[in-house]
């Protein structure tokens, strides 16, 4: 095991646990007060916390970049604008027949 | 933001499913359309998901996936879920075509012998220092990519559904078909294989 301390009231591997509802904010306040209050007296959590952090934030940040000048970001905006341009090429591709 | 639909909802859209389908497969267009309308979205969020962010593969899968189910349309059973069977295609489909790009270093077992202590520590937990971080965009993303590629089909679909595509956990439950705690479980799990990975320059093992 890298390490495991008790620091503000909480151990490394409960942080390393709760890390990602701490993030989500969706921890009960007292449980939230102790993460913390670790990360503000453990370094090594700390660290990998803010990378942690950082990968999630990167996810979204990076791959969800558009892939070209004129393309709207992925997601919610492209959908609806893309969608009948889409169904349109799917009825396009569809085969006279089917089912038979 | 997309909202979850109810259980009398999903009843509805199942009995409107179930006449589509049946439609469908007497060769029905408009039919066809119309579940295209509703399932358009979450065919696509799931395609996104498990191309890890590549518009074009993702457009491609949603693509086969709906040309399957038009072709396929007979050979559905009514006593099934049409959305459980749609998402199946897609995952097939995303599956197929991710087998024509380089094929994934094997993956660490998905139901974790491994503890997270030991997938922490993998994962830089304990670590002084973080290591030394990819300094443009281009070369970020393309390391994210191909780590996001390395990992399972599971690992690659919960961090989609959630990172990229930004779902609700309940939303991005549903579509993985996994109860919420297992998937919020495998959704860290999977985040911590993920920075294994970029650790290794894109595959948990390092090659």
């Known amino acids: 095991m890298a390490h495991d301390r008790d620091v503000g009231g909480i151990r490394c591997l409960e942080v390393l646990a709760a890390l990602p509802s701490f993030l989500d904010g969706d921890v009960p306040a007292d449980v939230h007060a102790r993460v913390l209050c670790h990360l503000q007296g453990c370094t090594w959590c700390a660290q990998f916390g803010g990378d942690y952090a950082q990968t999630v934030a990167r996810l979204r940040a990076i791959l969800i970049l558009p892939q070209s000048a004129d393309a709207p970001a992925s997601g919610e905006a492209d959908e609806g604008a893309d969608g009948g341009a889409r169904l349109r090429r799917l009825m396009d591709a569809l085969p006279v027949y089917s089912g038979e | ?207």
């Not at chain 2, 509703?38 to 593969?57: F, I, K, M, N, T």
């Not at chain 2, 998905?110 to 971080?133: F, I, K, N, R, V």
């Not at chain 2, 399972?152 to 559904?161: A, F, K, S, W, Y």
């Open chain 2, 1 to 207: 933001m997309p909202c979850v639909p109810t259980q009398d909802d999903l009843r509805s859209i199942d009995q409107r499913d179930l006449d589509d389908l049946r439609d469908i497969a007497l060769g029905d267009r408009v039919a066809f359309a119309r579940l295209v309308s509703r399932y358009e979205r979450p065919v696509l969020h799931l395609a996104r998901a498990l191309c890890a962010g590549q518009r074009d593969s993702a457009d491609d899968v949603l693509q086969d996936t709906f040309l399957s189910v038009f072709q396929g349309a007979h050979t559905f059973r009514a006593d099934g879920s049409p959305r459980a069977w749609i998402l199946t295609i897609a995952r097939h489909a995303a599956a197929k075509h991710l087998r024509h790009t380089p094929p994934p270093a094997p993956s660490p077992d998905p139901d974790d012998a491994t503890s997270l202590a030991s997938l922490g520590a993998a994962a830089g937990w304990g670590e002084a220092a973080s290591p030394e971080q990819l300094t443009s965009d281009a070369e970020q993303r393309a390391a994210l990519q191909r780590a996001l590629l390395s990992l399972d089909d599971t690992d690659r679909l919960v961090i989609g559904l959630r990172d990229l595509q930004g779902l609700s956990g309940p939303e991005a439950a549903a579509l993985a078909g996994l109860p919420l705690n297992t998937l919020k479980t495998r959704l860290h799990r999977a985040r911590l294989r993920l920075m294994v990975a970029m650790r290794a320059g894109g595959s948990p093992h390092g090659s």
